[in-house]
């Protein structure tokens, strides 16, 4: 199925999309359309242009590709599936996601990653190909971001401030050369040995499958892995009752 979207009010192209029985739904010409894909699961999706916020919320299974940018708050509170984007994205990637994977070939704006959470067999992923914003994995709670770098060889560090703010779980995995100046003390962050390297090798195999790229290049250089530290947490700051 086949979808112009121009012009079309947002609501329209979504209930077209969840009443086919396609598996294979395509939206041409998107111009900021809302909510492209939320809650759907069993389809592949494909979007090009530029989808407005809110791509693949809920995502429960299946696929999303976009050919083009994306705006805030993609995959927010995925349950499970992929998404891919062969662009940049806005604020609050992979906001509360849960579960499922979520591939940006170029950057990410502030607060990717927030409030991140894994249970049992459920593992998120979220892979930035570039550089992030501020409050990268701000709240996180499981699961794994990875931040290449790619294309922004002339920065010592690939994300702005106040990374890992409030984290308590999960991993984060920064390709540069210097960690950023203002990590919290409740977060622990050593350079990645072999082990570290091969807990995240698939994830960078897939993105290399969908956009490119040379591994031995992006595996030579120095990767920087974070975890909460379990002996130093939150509960310090705030009052007993």
Do not use: W
Not at 81 to 90: E, Q, R, T
């Amino acid at each position: 199925m086949k979808i112009n979207a121009g012009l079309t009010y947002y609501d329209e192209i979504n209930k077209k999309i969840r009443a086919t029985r396609d598996k294979k739904v395509e939206v041409d010409n998107c111009l900021g359309q809302r909510y492209i894909g939320c809650g759907i699961s069993g389809k592949e999706l494909i979007v090009n242009g530029t989808p407005g916020n809110a791509l693949g919320a809920y995502l429960n299974g299946g696929t999303v590709t976009v050919y083009g940018n994306a705006q805030d708050a993609t995959g927010d509170t995925m349950n499970d599936g992929v998404i891919s984007i062969h662009g940049s994205s806005g604020d609050a990637t992979g906001y509360a996601m849960r579960g499922g994977k979520i591939f940006v070939e170029g950057d990410a704006g502030y607060r990717a990653g927030i409030h991140m959470k894994a249970y049992k067999e459920k593992v998120p992923v979220l892979v930035i190909g570039g550089k992030a914003g501020s409050f990268l994995g701000e709240y996180q709670a499981g699961g794994y971001i990875i931040v290449l770098g790619l294309g922004h060889d002339d920065r010592k560090t690939v994300v702005e401030r106040f990374c890992a703010t409030g984290m308590h779980g999960g991993k984060i995995y920064l390709r540069c050369e210097e960690l950023p100046f203002d990590l919290p003390p409740q977060v622990n962050a050593r350079k990645a040995d072999r082990d570290d390297l091969a807990e995240i090798e698939e994830y960078i195999d897939e993105y290399i499958e969908m956009f490119g790229g040379d591994k031995t290049i992006i595996m030579k250089k120095n990767f920087f892995v974070l975890t909460p530290d379990s002996k130093n947490q939150y509960k310090q700051i705030y009052t007993a009752c």
